[in-house]
């Protein structure tokens, strides 16, 4: 079976620190993807950051980057120089590359305060 | 471009009510998903359809939920009868194809969904 776990059901962080979010995640398959997904109030789930399970490297984008650990299934996600405009509920994901399906971790709630 | 649409956007019924969700994915996607979002929880896959066939459905509770797409376009996710921990919002999402390699998922608003 498959699963994402997040152990942190709230955080919070003072506007332009570091903070990271952490993921861990099991599955079977060797071709899989993992994603962050933010989820801010009342708002859409948007895609954050994505990264191929056999890419070695550590995919980033702009202010967001990852923390790939395959052998220990860890996927945490860093957000530097954190804005008010992060205040949303993150979301791992794991997805099945040949079917497309994610499972969803039960989420982290980030507060980032002024 | 246009996103992914869906209606309503929110819904209050009493149990053993009827209920039914519309949504139109991104033009040209090929694959759409029904997610289920209880409060407090991440979403979970109720259907996967790739053009108006179903890929994946082995979340869905079938003796009460039923969804179609039937031209291959926009989808409708019905609830009959529909029960309080049914009480969730359902979001849509579509991509250009069914695996992942090159492609995204795109979601909808959400419907959020109160059964009194």
């Known amino acids: 079976a498959q699963t994402v776990t997040q152990s942190q059901p709230e955080m919070s962080v003072q506007e332009a620190e570091t903070v990271t979010l952490s993921c861990t995640y099991d599955?079977?398959?060797?071709?899989?993807?993992l994603f962050w997904y933010k989820q801010p109030p009342s708002r859409q789930m948007i895609l954050v950051i994505r990264?191929?399970?056999?890419?070695?490297q550590n995919a980033t984008e702009n202010r967001f980057s990852v923390n790939f650990q395959k052998a220990a299934k860890s996927f945490s996600l860093k957000i530097s120089d954190s804005q008010l405009g992060d205040t949303a509920m993150y979301f791992c994901?794991?997805?099945?590359?040949?079917?497309?399906?994610?499972?969803f971790g039960q989420g982290t709630t980030l507060q980032v305060k002024p | 471009e246009a996103g992914v649409a869906q209606s309503p956007r929110y819904k209050i019924i009493e149990k053993r009510q009827s209920v039914a969700f519309w949504c139109n994915p991104i033009?040209?996607?090929?694959?759409l998903y029904w997610y289920q979002q209880i409060l407090g929880q991440g979403p979970k896959l109720l259907i996967q359809?790739?053009?108006?066939?179903?890929?994946?459905d082995s979340q869905l509770p079938k003796d009460r939920f039923s969804a179609e797409r039937l031209k291959g376009v926009d989808s409708t996710l019905k609830i009959q009868p529909a029960k309080l921990e049914d009480s969730a919002v359902y979001l849509c999402?579509?991509?250009?194809?069914?695996?992942?390699?090159?492609?995204?998922?795109?979601f909808g608003p959400g419907t959020r969904l109160t059964v009194l």
């Open positions: 999402a579509s991509s250009p194809g069914q695996g992942l390699s090159g492609n995204e998922q795109f």
């Open positions: 599955t079977s398959e060797n071709n899989y993807y």
């Open positions: 990264q191929e399970a056999y890419k070695q």
């Open positions: 994901a794991l997805g099945s590359s040949n079917t497309g399906k994610l499972i």
């Open positions: 033009s040209g996607h090929a694959t």
């Open positions: 359809f790739q053009n108006n066939g179903v890929v994946d």
